[in-house]
């Protein structure tokens, strides 16, 4: 068993390794969290009230500390709790997020990275574990590998890769993870599978930017399970794996799915937005031979969890009734 600390465990993913990782029947890690509760200037104070007060009853009881990995407060911490492994996902989630304030989100994303890195190597954590993106790619079809050159475009991605440099250049071990297009319940409305379908649900339209653009959805559930299996295994020790479900689906394709159902919504089709790069899928064949990373949940499986769970919580149902009363 491992004290692991976990940045943004609050967060989409970080709740579900949370849970993930406390309650795995072979190893049951003791863990901690850190996390701010930001709402990175665009989310709603009530729903990000009730999504925080959800994901923690999702995990149950579990230490945790409300502070800024930018701040000195973030070393206190270390001090006090001791880990042994630093799960690093806090960060500003995406691109579109990012893109509202790139100045003060550069300076979390790199400026935070820098301070855990900083924090790790003072108090002798063994490994840190950086959730990175498949943004640092840049433009790519099906099939990327892990050793295909980055070309990241847009402030998200170039800082992200950024953050890897640093890991790799801090004397620590170190995991660093590629996830895409990351879904699922308890998710906040404003990434695209939420949008598409809260948007069909209200009876409202779905703008698809690009027809045939195309994106690696990957369920929150099975990149969750996939970092408790990283931390379990020294294969993956000063490594970069693709955590995806490895399957690609078009942006026109996923809003269809949400219109089916929702049966309702409607569906236009733009231009491709300029500041996204083009993308498939990810090769997880390393995944697989070094963890044995086996991804269960597809885009209609997945797709129907997420509706079903919107569908019956009441902060949606009462959010979409109101919606189509406009």
């Known amino acids: 068993m491992a004290k692991v600390l976990i940045t943004g465990g609050y967060g989409l993913v970080g709740h579900r390794v949370c849970a993930e990782l406390m309650s795995d029947s072979d190893v049951k890690h003791e863990v901690v969290v850190v996390d701010n509760y930001n709402d990175y200037g665009v989310i709603p104070e009530n729903e990000m009230e009730y999504t925080y007060r959800a994901r923690k009853a999702v995990i149950g009881h579990v230490k945790d500390y409300n502070v800024d990995i930018c701040s000195h407060d973030f070393d206190a911490v270390l ?106 319940e308890l998710d906040v409305k404003d990434r695209v599978i939420s949008i598409f379908l809260i948007k069909a649900m209200c009876n409202e339209t779905l703008k698809v930017n690009g027809e045939n653009e195309k994106l690696d959805f990957t369920y929150v559930g099975d990149v969750a399970k996939g970092m408790a299996q990283i931390i379990n295994s020294d294969k993956t020790i000063n490594e970069t794996f693709n955590l995806t479900k490895s399957h690609s689906w078009t942006l026109y394709r996923a809003a269809q799915i949400a219109v089916s159902l929702a049966q309702s919504g409607y569906i236009e089709v733009g231009d491709k937005h300029p500041d996204f790069p083009s993308r498939g899928s990810l090769d997880i064949t390393k995944a697989k031979k070094a963890f044995d990373f086996s991804p269960r949940v597809d885009v209609d499986d997945g797709f129907r969890l997420y509706y079903h769970w919107l569908k019956n919580s009441q902060f949606w149902y009462n959010y979409i009734t109101e919606r189509k009363k406009l």
Not at 91 to 104: E, G, H, I, T
Not at 117 to 123: D, L, Q, V
Not at 167 to 182: C, E, F, M, Q, W
């Open 79 to 184: 001090v006090k709790e001791k880990p042994d492994i630093v799960i690093h996902l806090a960060s500003y989630p995406r691109q579109a997020v990012v893109n509202k304030n790139p100045q003060l989100a550069s300076q979390v994303i790199i400026g935070g990275t820098i301070n855990v890195i900083e924090s790790c190597k003072r108090h002798n954590v063994k490994r840190i574990v950086l959730a990175s993106s498949s943004m640092v790619y840049g433009e790519f079809d099906d099939g990327q590998k892990e050793t295909a050159i980055c070309k990241p475009q847009g402030t998200y991605a170039i800082a992200k890769l950024a953050c890897e440099h640093l890991v790799k250049d801090s004397g620590l071990d170190y995991t660093i993870v590629r996830p895409s297009a990351i879904y699922g």
